[in-house]
């Protein structure tokens, strides 16, 4: 070790000019605090243990070895909103559920964010009917990840697009890499609903 030590001072002592600028560039690393905050948390996110219907199936095997989200720091899942900062809506939602998942996300902790999994919480997919309800009617949503159910593989997907926005850096619009900006599809003129005749007016009483 005393070897090693004396070593390294001779051949700090020995580097002048564009040798020791080139010495400290490689082994000195400068940035910001936001940065630094923001990479702090891109690696180090709590999902909370919330599963839905058949999409918590898929959800739960991101954490084996085939997938291995403790690559990114994801593995730590919390069973209480308290202790958690992603919840992933992995399943349908139910109109008498929802009330429940926006209370539990209101109970994580600041910043917090949301995964819509599956084609049932981003759209209601294939029970497209009157006792469901999306995931973004009732709460923000940060990443939806589609398929029914979507495998391991496209969470993981949505779990790094959420982890560049916390970063920092998140991924471009397809109108954005394309150059389709100014391509939107805008109706300016305002269009007319009909109103059936026996619907209660404010101030009017003729459907009354």
């Known amino acids: 070790m005393e070897i090693e030590r004396n070593h390294s001072q001779d051949m700090l002592r020995g580097l002048q000019g564009e040798e020791l600028e080139r010495f400290v560039e490689e ?14 948390r891109g690696n180090s996110i709590f999902p909370m243990t919330f599963g839905l219907a058949c999409c918590a199936i898929e959800m739960m095997s991101i954490v084996g070895a085939r997938v291995d989200v403790a690559r990114f720091g994801f593995e730590a899942l919390r069973a209480t ?28 902790l600041e910043p917090k964010w949301s995964i819509a999994m599956g084609a049932c919480s981003s759209s209601m997919g294939v029970f497209n009917n009157y006792a469901l309800v999306p995931a973004d009617k009732f709460m923000p ?10 495998r391991p593989e496209s969470l993981m997907h949505g779990i790094v697009k959420l982890r560049a926005q916390v970063l920092g850096s ?3 619009g ?8 100014g391509t939107e599809e805008v109706i300016d003129a305002p269009v007319a609903v009909p109103q059936a005749d026996n619907v209660y007016v404010g101030g009017d009483t003729a459907g009354a």
Do not use: F, N
């Open 27 to 40: 082994r000195v690393l400068t940035t910001t605090l936001d940065k630094a905050l923001h990479w702090a």
């Open 170 to 172: 998140p991924d471009q």
């Open 141 to 150: 949503v940060d990443v939806h990840v589609p398929g029914c159910p979507p």
């Open 81 to 108: 909103p308290r202790q958690a900062d992603l919840i992933i809506l992995s399943g349908r939602i139910s109109v008498k559920m929802a009330p429940i998942v926006r209370r539990l996300y209101d109970q994580m």
């Open 174 to 181: 397809w109108r954005e890499r394309y150059r389709a900006l």
